[in-house]
């Protein structure tokens, strides 16, 4: 079991340009999430999917799209990066509601110049 | 609004003292779930316990413990005989599944164990 992969590790943008994160899992989770961690911030939710084909905003939804097409991946699009998305970014999945642990990826740093 | 409150940016103790890091909530939901999970300097988030809010209990794993204070809105990490691989940032974490299953992390602790 790989548990939550996330690609790419790391990721240089410049202003304007728009890529796509990649989160999958092998654990047969219904729920998957997104997350940005900025120093001193914690870690803020982004978009949050709670099955196949469903998504949800988090707190900090503006700027980012999601698409869960398949139960073990989460995509996070952005669409015409920015400065304040430099970050380090987080997927993370959980079996489901009543469920305690939520398992995590190991984060994708990103910066926007 | 949920909201998760640490109130200890940074903390310094001596190796082998026990050491409680605080972590107050705030929901009006009654069913709901408390985590804490560390993230060393590596960057990993490590989940350490777990405590829901109808457990009679409070959660223990190891050296972990939870002091959850229902009515005070309160549950504190409690790390017993530290280590200094215990240096590290601490997340206090609030699930809510009545409402639309979000989780929510505090702003964490940055814990250095001094030898």
């Known amino acids: 079991n790989a548990g939550v992969t996330q690609t790419p590790k790391f990721r240089v943008l410049k202003t304007g340009q728009s890529m796509t994160l990649l989160c999958a899992q092998d654990?047969?989770?219904?729920?998957m999430y997104w997350y940005r961690q900025d120093p001193g911030m914690g870690l803020r939710l982004i978009h949050y999917?709670?099955?196949?084909?469903?998504?949800a905003k988090g707190e900090v939804p503006d700027g980012y799209n999601v698409s869960r097409l398949k139960k073990q991946n989460f995509l996070l699009g952005l669409e015409s990066a920015a400065p304040s998305q430099t970050s380090v970014y987080f997927c993370?999945?959980?079996?489901?509601?009543?469920?305690?642990?939520?398992?995590f990826g190991p984060g994708t740093r990103l910066t926007v110049l | 609004a949920q909201k998760i409150t640490q109130t200890q940016p940074g903390m310094f103790v001596q190796e082998k003292e026990a050491v409680t890091l605080d972590c107050t909530y705030d929901?009006?939901?009654?069913?709901?779930?408390l985590f804490w999970y560390k993230q060393p300097s590596s960057g990993e988030m490590i989940f350490l316990i777990y405590?829901?809010?109808?457990?009679?209990q409070n959660a223990t794993e190891g050296r972990y413990s939870l002091n959850f204070q229902k009515a005070r809105k309160s549950a504190n990490l409690v790390i017993s005989a530290s280590q200094l691989g215990d240096s590290a940032m601490y997340f206090c974490?609030?699930?809510?599944?009545?409402?639309?299953?979000?989780?929510?992390f505090g702003k964490g602790t940055r814990l250095h164990i001094l030898p």
């Open positions: 993370a999945s959980s079996k489901g509601r009543f469920n305690n642990e939520q398992f």
């Open positions: 654990m047969n989770h219904e729920y």
């Open positions: 999917s709670v099955g196949e084909g469903t998504t």
């Open positions: 929901t009006s939901d009654q069913s709901y779930g």
């Open positions: 405590q829901g809010s109808y457990d009679e």
């Open positions: 974490a609030m699930r809510d599944p009545v409402g639309d299953d979000k989780i929510i």
